[in-house]
């Protein structure tokens, strides 16, 4: 009876001790990630397998790196030199992600702080060696979109054997100092003035120019009736007019005058 129960706490612990020992015998591997297994007393990282979603067995003395597949952001504030000397403030957004297939040589030439090593550094270097060549006043205005264009594009050609994909650099704010800043605005507000009176003046030369026009028109016209008008056709007009009023049933009394042209003055008998 004595050995039976001896027998029974041995399998209670050995049991206790086996499940303690498969407690850490797997991970998760979260949605949106990828994993890459490593055998610590193997081979080390196993090359050629990328491991997907879902949770994945193996002994406590091994481990499993995790790496985020999603488009992911970071913010970085950089203080770079513009090609004339003066100190930028930026503050630029990135976009960028891991590239799948390529994990397991991520994990063995960099590692999960591939951001940090490489991604972050080659940001900034792009940065000042892009804005570098540009004016503060390019920069605040109307070259942004194009200093970004300029800095993804070295950025991936820097990052292109680091197995290391970047969609998009973003320059969200940019900080002059306060002299340049003012400078800038003076003369966009100058610029804006010096715009709004050129199209004063356009409008203006535009309404004379259509006046002008009217007038020729009108002078036009005159010079074509006056020529068509002659003392004959005047006196002939005159003639049917009389006619008409001698027509006419309303009492009236006509004289004819001696005027050059010829024609009657008629008077209503009717007026007082």
């Known amino acids: ?32 990630h990828r994993g890459v297994f490593y055998y610590k007393f193997g081979d080390g990282t196993e090359m050629g397998k990328i ?9 406590p003395w091994n481990n499993v790196f995790l790496y ?3 488009l992911d952001e970071r913010k970085e504030d950089l203080r770079v030199l513009s090609a004339d000397g003066a100190t930028i403030g930026l503050e630029v957004s990135i976009w960028y992600r891991p590239i799948v297939d ?5 994990q063995v030439t960099i590692g999960p702080q591939f951001f940090d090593i490489a991604v972050a550094p080659a940001l900034r270097g792009q940065a000042r060696s892009v804005i570098g060549r540009y004016k503060p006043e390019e920069l605040y205005s109307t070259k942004r979109e194009i200093i970004a264009s300029e800095i993804l594009h070295g950025m ?10 970047v969609e998009n ?19 966009l507000e100058a610029d804006q003035e010096s715009q709004k009176m050129q199209f ?29 008008v002659t003392p004959s056709l005047l006196t002939w007009k005159g003639i ?29 008998a009717t007026e007082k």
């Open 240 to 268: 049917e007019a009389t006619q008409k009023l001698a027509e006419s049933p309303n009492t009236k009394v006509i004289v004819i005058g001696n005027s050059k042209n010829g024609l009657p003055v008629i008077l209503d």
């Open 102 to 106: 390529k994990l397991d040589s991520l």
């Open 1 to 32: 009876m004595k050995n039976r129960w001896s027998n029974l706490g041995l399998m209670i612990l050995m049991g206790a001790i086996l499940m303690s020992g498969l407690v850490g015998c797997g991970t998760q591997i979260p949605s949106g």
């Open 156 to 165: 991936r050609e820097q990052l292109k054997d680091k197995y290391v994909t």
């Open 200 to 228: 004063i003046l356009t409008k203006e030369k535009q309404e004379a120019e259509r006046k002008r026009i009217e007038a020729q028109g009108i002078a036009d016209f005159q010079k074509i009736v006056a020529s068509g």
């Open 68 to 70: 985020k597949i999603q």
């Open 51 to 59: 491991y997907p979603e879902g949770f994945l067995f193996h002994f």
């Open 169 to 187: 650099v973003i320059i969200r704010d940019v900080g002059l100092p306060q002299k340049i800043s003012e400078a800038i605005n003076a003369k």
